[in-house]
């Protein structure tokens, strides 16, 4: 592993994690590859079509997505804000690449649900650092959500431990006879 990566918590973990690239010119594909490759990321995907995001984001399932904002058919920011739409609730880093100096590019992506921002021409550091960061993120997003899991099964086990103790209390009081001070039984009450 890089030692850009080194500082984070378990980059044995960041390098399993999924990564897909969509951008259009095939040299912006191939840099991201290597700069992937050489920092011992491994599972990673690419397209230069941007109207196969959707599908290939639902196929793949990926932890961040690395999306060029200027090509062809569908730009960044009409995938941008389908991948938003189709996601619902659950948090996926989107990094946004474009060679758009421009604050309104920036803020747009942003607006539009980017995590972070990088410009082109791609600093290999920068890149690196970022992606790893986002990717930490995610994987403690994806323990906070498993542990939450975990806890609210344990409390849904636990009501029903307990609903059925409250249950079998509630059937032995009625069992209990307050005037002779003991567990009614098939014997008559004497006076009754």
């Not at 990564?19 to 230069?48: C, H, W």
């Not at 410009?119 to 906070?144: C, F, H, S, Y």
Request: aromatic fraction near 8%; include cysteine.
């Amino acid at each position: 592993m890089n030692s850009l990566n080194r500082w984070q918590g378990d980059s044995a973990q960041l390098a399993k994690m999924k990564i897909l690239i969509i951008d259009d010119e095939p040299v912006n594909v191939a840099l991201l590859e290597a700069m992937l490759s050489e920092a011992g990321y491994q599972r990673f995907k690419s397209i230069t079509d941007s109207r196969l995001a959707l599908e290939t984001c639902e196929a793949f399932a990926p932890d961040l997505i690395l999306l060029d904002l200027m090509m062809p058919y569908l730009d960044g920011f009409a995938v941008l804000e389908s991948l938003r739409f189709a996601e619902g609730e659950i948090f996926l880093p989107i990094i946004v690449l474009t060679a758009d100096v421009y604050g309104e590019s920036k803020l747009r992506a942003l607006r539009a649900g980017a995590t972070d921002f990088l410009l082109k021409p791609l600093d290999q550091a920068e890149v690196l650092l970022r992606i790893g960061n986002v990717l930490e993120t995610r994987r403690l997003q994806r323990l906070l959500d498993n542990q939450r899991a975990a806890f609210e099964e344990a409390v849904r086990a636990r009501t029903v431990e307990l609903r059925a103790a409250l249950w079998a209390l509630e059937r032995s009081k009625s069992r209990f006879h307050p005037l002779r001070g003991r567990w009614a039984s098939d014997e008559p009450i004497a006076g009754a």
